[in-house]
């Protein structure tokens, strides 16, 4: 019987992407692991790969296609001797068009595509199986949640249903399948607030403007920060930090690193800086997960990074056990495969906490957005020669740094917050302590 491909959810929050290439053809075999798309996500364009082996007997959505829903069906393998003829009763999918499908489609299209329903659910996460999969499971009642996949990335193909034993499948609750459309919901919602695109035109009907079409990263940074704004009860902390020690210090280390190619910035001492600090006031590296937190042990944490229309967060984990030049090159590394959008989703997703610096565009300081679930971000200004008064009373000129902490109140306090803050601080005060 053939087996729909479908549309693959390759990052976190991808809803729907662009088929961008195609890099096999009708009539091709492939076998599980074989490359055969490219699909553009929100975040990056990233290799899609077969998980069954077979013929491709059709195309259903052709390359350069954009708004493909995730699960939609995208081709049709076909096993070893089934022919084409076969694929007649195959649902064809296309991706969503301009204009909106007539209500009629729309509603005879559930019960024309039973093979596209959502893979099981077990214990709130999804089980990721191939629909050839999911129908052999069925019909030998089998629950996939209890099977362990052999395919990419643990994916539970063919062969593991072929060779299991046959237990009782428990039923999923109704509510499991619905939850991802139910949490896709709000941050759609979120991205249309304010008055929609027909009012705001009709405000500049005949003044000269460009309508700039949102690709999938500004539909996703769009989202999920008003969400953020409007869910998360953001406090903020200010400081400022004093540089000269740091700088010096930064000069010293740089004269001796440069026969060995490593040139350390200051966002490198931030980093370091904070990943201690995670570890000094644990309680500040937590998450907010729903109903409850979670309290992470590694100083995993995410830098802000600028790209053409929009941003990255790429995560730097245990950054407290990794050395100021080790920290330098990964940071390095994932900037340019950041603006390269290179980028695998395990090296976007996670971490407790971000910097965002925007001092090198010369930004004195500013409030940044909480990414979620993160428990904080810093905020990370210039560094401005200003007038200081120095412990021994007498007024002098120092590097100043603004820093500001933005806060989710649900998982730290004022109190706890001010003591992360300041571990961050004394860091940076007392470079080489950082190296002890």
Known sequence: MPTEILMPALSPTMEEGTLAKWLVKEGDTVSSGDVIAEIETDKATM?????DEGVIGKILIAEGSEGVKVNTPIAVLLEEGESADAIGS??????????????????????????????????????????????????????????????????????????????????????????????????KAAMATGPDAN?????????????????????????????????????????????????????????QLESRGVKLSVNDFIIKACAMALQKVPDANAVWAGDRMLKLKPSDLAVAVAVDGGLFTPVIKDAHLKSLSALSAEMKDLATRARNRKLAP???????????????????????????????????????????????????VATVMSMTLSVDHRVIDGALGAEFLGAIIENLENPMAMLA
């Open 47 to 51: 290799e899609f790969e077969a998980v």
């Open 90 to 187: 195959a649902p064809k999918a296309e991706a969503k068009a301009e204009a909106p499908a007539p209500a009629v489609a729309q509603a005879a299209a559930p019960a024309a595509a039973p093979a596209a329903a959502p893979a099981p659910v077990a214990d709130g996460k999804r089980v990721f199986a191939s629909p050839l999969a999911r129908r052999i499971a069925a019909d030998k009642g089998l629950d996939l949640s209890q099977l362990k996949g052999s395919g990419p990335h643990g994916r539970i193909v063919k062969a593991d249903v072929e060779n299991a034993t046959a237990t009782p499948k428990a039923a999923a609750p109704v509510a499991a399948t619905s939850a991802p459309a139910a949490a896709a919901a709000p941050a």
């Open 199 to 255: 009012t705001v035109m009709k405000m500049f009907e005949g003044r000269d403007f460009e309508e700039v079409k949102l690709d999938g990263m500004r539909k996703t940074v769009a989202a999920r920060l008003t969400e953020a704004k409007q869910t998360i009860p953001h406090f903020y902390l200010r400081r400022s930090v004093q540089l000269d020690a740091l700088m010096k210090f930064r000069a010293q280390l740089n004269g």
């Open 346 to 396: 395990h090296e976007y997703v996670g971490g407790s906490f971000a910097i965002s610096n925007l001092g090198m565009f010369g930004i004195e300081n500013f409030d940044a957005v909480i990414n979620p679930p993160h428990g904080s971000i810093l905020a990370v200004g210039a560094g401005i020669k200003q007038p200081v008064v120095k412990a021994d009373g007498e007024i002098g």
